[in-house]
């Protein structure tokens, strides 16, 4: 058997496959990584929201938070090792 770089081989089993059949194999992979986080972290929720949305809800009842943000300055020079 000659020697095929992964590269090549990769080319011919995608052009082998269907487009539903390539489909269905990359929903399997999916299903197992989903699968995997499950069983990693049995009782972790998906959160509803980003974390940014949450943390607004958070400080809402207090009447949020105004943040003053600084204006952007240049970089500084890096530091020397000499």
Known sequence: MEKVDLQQQA?????????????????????LQDAEARS?????EVPAQDLGTA????FKPFGGVELEIPPREPMRDPPRFD
């Open 55 to 58: 943390i607004h809800e958070m």
């Open 11 to 31: 080319v011919r089993v995608i052009q082998q496959l269907s487009t539903e059949k390539l489909k269905s194999a990359v929903d399997y992979l999916v299903y």
């Open 40 to 44: 990693v972290y049995p009782d972790h």
